[in-house]
């Protein structure tokens, strides 16, 4: 099976609509949405479209339950919690019942999917560090699991030892005795200096993964930031990928 694996979206239509064009050269079999779909950028209608248009696999972020009323945004910093706000007053009925009918964790022969971490998904913790990654591979009954939430693309790997080691790396060859968890970065909000979208590819029969950057007019979505009223911050980060 060859997998096409995004997330945090946050309704930047532009970057969404440059990663589904590369993903046409990709020979995608099935895609698989780590969440936050919406959130922070102007287009949170649309983007739910595209996205449902590729048929995908899709778990809850923090953001999708927050715009439906399912997680609340008491926890977000101001800016974040005002994109919220203003998310919920531009979905329609349709896209709240597909935000609503997401859940937290999927899992199949080949992977296992979760927005923040397999420990209490509910509480859409950060992935930051090794320690963190460890309580997840705890609950890992395969070998691969993908996540997003950070918005910083890597991989924690856990060798036959049981040590835990991270890569920033954009290419993973698996092992048969090792458990990895990839970050897939975010689409349409990254914050490690890139600010080009973030993509993944994983290839179950060749047992590779790959993290792709894709450029897209990031002015263009900066712009509709700022004719929305949402806050300027939003807009200037996308910028530089912060």
């Given at each position: 099976m060859r997998y096409g694996i995004f997330s945090d979206i946050h309704s930047n239509l532009e970057a969404?609509?440059?990663?589904?064009?590369?993903?046409?050269?990709?020979?995608?079999?099935?895609?698989?949405?780590l969440g936050d779909i919406v959130g922070y950028a102007a287009n949170p209608r649309e983007c739910i479209k595209k996205v449902t248009g590729l048929n995908p696999v899709a778990v809850a972020g923090n953001h999708d339950w927050?715009?439906?009323?399912?997680?609340?945004?008491?926890?977000?910093?101001?800016?974040?919690?005002q994109a919220v706000f203003w998310t919920r007053s531009r979905l329609e009925e349709k896209n709240k019942s597909f935000l609503r009918s997401l859940e937290l964790v999927y899992q199949n022969e080949d992977l296992v999917l979760v927005h923040g971490t397999l420990d209490q998904p509910q509480g859409f913790n950060y992935m930051t560090d090794g320690f963190v990654a460890s309580e997840s591979f705890k609950l890992m009954e395969g070998s691969v699991c993908f996540v997003g939430h950070t918005h910083l693309?890597?991989?924690?790997?856990?060798?036959?030892?049981?040590?835990?080691?991270?890569?920033?790396?954009?290419?993973?060859?698996?092992?048969?005795?090792?458990?990895?968890?990839?970050?897939?970065?975010?689409?349409?909000?990254?914050?490690?200096?890139?600010?080009?979208?973030?993509?993944?590819?994983?290839?179950?029969?060749?047992?590779?993964?790959?993290?792709?950057?894709?450029?897209?007019?990031?002015k263009a979505a900066r712009e509709k930031i700022l004719a929305s009223g949402l806050p300027v911050f939003l807009g200037d980060r996308i910028l530089v990928g912060r």
């Open positions: 969404l609509e440059a990663v589904i064009a590369a993903y046409k050269k990709e020979s995608i079999e099935k895609y698989l949405c927050a715009a439906v009323n399912l997680f609340s945004p008491e926890c977000f910093n101001p800016a974040a919690a693309p890597g991989v924690f790997v856990q060798d036959k030892d049981g040590c835990t080691h991270y890569s920033e790396s954009g290419y993973c060859q698996l092992k048969e005795d090792s458990k990895y968890i990839v970050n897939a970065g975010s689409v349409g909000q990254p914050r490690d200096g890139n600010p080009r979208a973030t993509y993944c590819v994983y290839d179950t029969r060749k047992r590779k993964i790959w993290i792709k950057r894709i450029e897209y007019d990031v």
